[in-house]
């Protein structure tokens, strides 16, 4: 019985642990508007760490917002917030 619980405790460690494992990941952007142009400096949290699969990301939230990313600047992880945050103003973790 006690080599049943052993393993039960096992397997609900290895199904949790994938979950804990990965961390939120963000990046920083810069996006335009045509007619009147408008510029604007983002920050928004996406699924992957990876610059190519963030930035097809971000492109995909602002297109369906009216808005062309311009450049994924970085992706960076929680500690990465704060500094951020005020110059992101109004576009901080708004996509």
């Known amino acids: 019985m006690s080599h049943?619980?052993?393993i039960?405790?096992?397997l609900l460690a290895?199904?949790?642990l994938p979950a804990a494992a990965q961390a939120a990941c963000y990046a920083d952007?810069?996006?335009k508007?045509?007619?009147p142009l408008q510029l604007h400096y983002g920050v928004m949290q996406v699924s992957s760490c990876s610059p190519a699969e963030a930035r097809q990301e971000v492109a995909g939230r602002l297109a369906s917002a009216g808005w062309?990313?311009?450049n994924v600047l970085s992706?960076?992880?929680e500690s990465g917030l704060e500094r951020r945050k005020a110059d992101a103003g109004?576009?901080?973790l708004r996509f």
């Open 14 to 16: 290895l199904t949790l």
């Open 29 to 31: 952007y810069k996006a």
């Open 33 to 35: 508007r045509d007619r």
């Open 75 to 77: 992706t960076f992880d």
């Open 68 to 70: 062309t990313l311009l």
């Open 4 to 6: 049943i619980l052993r």
């Open 8 to 10: 039960s405790g096992l």
């Open 90 to 92: 109004q576009y901080y």
